[in-house]
């Protein structure tokens, strides 16, 4: 594989989970949620959308894949990957003054146009 094929995977990815992305906050929505930030980054990692439900501050990783051949997008979110959602969490409630703030932790699965939310994921 050439560097030009491997920069046009990088930038095809990118456009298939910022699709991903957008179909996941169009879903939330629909089901009520407030969102409060896409794309929250810091030097820990980034958390693809935070948004409110209730009374809670939810966190929410969004995986998209075409299909199912490689598993559940859900599986990509290792231990290493909870960990720094985890502290970006942590630094985004700090950076808010919301330290005692209800929070939970959601995976959207995105694979084709199916949508699958995972409430307290991790």
């Known amino acids: 594989m050439t560097e030009y094929d491997k920069d046009l995977r990088k930038v095809e990815n990118k456009v298939k989970g910022t699709r991903g992305e957008v179909l996941a906050v169009d879903f939330l929505k629909r089901k009520g949620y407030k969102i409060l930030k896409t794309n929250f980054t810091t030097k820990i990692g980034e958390i693809d959308i935070i948004a409110k439900e209730k009374d809670y ?24 990957k909870q960990y ?39």
């Open 57 to 80: 501050i939810v966190f929410v990783e969004v995986k998209s894949r075409e299909t199912y051949a490689f598993g559940r997008p859900s599986e990509a979110v290792d231990e290493h």
């Open 84 to 122: 720094q959602i985890r502290g970006t969490a942590q630094m985004y409630l700090m950076f808010t003054h919301q330290n005692d703030a209800n929070c939970r932790f959601d995976v959207v699965e995105v694979v084709g146009d199916k949508i699958n939310h995972i409430e307290n994921a991790f």
